[in-house]
């Protein structure tokens, strides 16, 4: 079966540098042969190793393609540009700082992240899709669902992960399955210092398979820093982090400053 990593760009919020900075860092994290795949609306730029297709039209109204990032349900589609085999789909804005390896055989029809640890001490699991694996072709239903039901899903739903924490036990592919907890980590959550120590310490290193980033800041943040704080208030950060721009620069990224 192959292995297939796949990642979507459209608009401008990221440049292909973050497409080809993700592509080689799977290859430095992968053990054997995998494809690298990219969906987006603009190909220039990307590394001529990353395969590149449109992304699938399934008439989601402009308003979808701002709010949420509901263009990744375009991943289950039943034809996939004849790709088969297991997929892991990565956002963009990700850190790949572990091995990848067995992340394509942790079992599961639908595999994700679960941000509840992160946010709350207790409760049911909160779907992230960040990270997701999958086999290609073979959740078709989830888009078949979401074109037949566009407007009241669109309404009823803020973003495409809530879609899918609602909807997609309801067809047929039994429950969702989550990735362990030590596989990934969240940037907000475990690598940012507590309030006021943020002010004199850079944020800790990543020591899972996986970094998320979620809103501000972004990776670009702590690599091409804005002047002044590129964090949240009432959280601090300012400057270069060292240890993105040593990650960022490692697989072909350039650095303005």
């Known amino acids: 079966m192959d292995r297939i ?21 799977a290859k430095a994290n992968m053990d054997g042969d995998f494809k690298f795949v990219c969906l987006t609306d603009d190909a220039n730029g990307i590394d001529p190793e990353v395969i590149t297709y449109p992304i699938p039209e399934i008439g989601l109204p402009q308003s979808a393609w701002k709010a949420g990032a509901w263009p990744k349900l ?3 589609s039943d034809d996939l540009y004849g790709l088969n085999g297991r997929a892991l789909f990565i956002d963009l804005d990700t850190v790949i ?3 990848l390896t067995e ?9 994700c992240l679960d941000s509840r640890p992160w946010r709350y001490k207790s409760g049911p699991a909160r779907t992230g899709t960040g990270i997701f ?32 924490h609602g909807e997609f036990g309801k067809l ?5 399955s989550y ?29 899972a398979k996986i970094l998320c980033f979620h809103g501000k800041p972004r990776p670009i943040d ?18 270069q982090v060292p240890w993105m721009v040593d990650y960022w620069t490692r697989f072909g990224g350039s650095v303005k400053r």
């Open 222 to 239: 702590l690599i091409d820093p804005p002047k002044g704080n590129w964090d949240k208030s009432p959280h601090y950060g300012r400057g």
């Open 97 to 99: 700082s572990g091995d």
């Open 172 to 176: 047929g592919f039994g429950d969702i």
């Open 5 to 25: 990593v796949l990642t979507m760009k459209w608009g401008a919020l990221y440049s292909a540098e973050y497409v080809n900075v993700l592509y080689n860092a």
């Open 103 to 111: 992340m394509f055989t942790f079992p599961g029809a639908f595999v």
């Open 74 to 76: 375009t991943v289950f």
């Open 133 to 164: 694996g999958f086999d290609i072709g073979r959740l078709g239903a989830v888009v078949d669902h979401m074109v037949s039901n566009m407007d009241d899903m669109l309404s009823a739903y803020g973003n495409e992960q809530d879609f899918l």
């Open 179 to 207: 990735w362990p907890d030590g596989w990934l980590q969240s940037f907000k959550y475990h690598l940012r210092q507590p309030l006021i120590v943020d002010r004199f310490r850079h944020p800790k290193e990543p020591t």
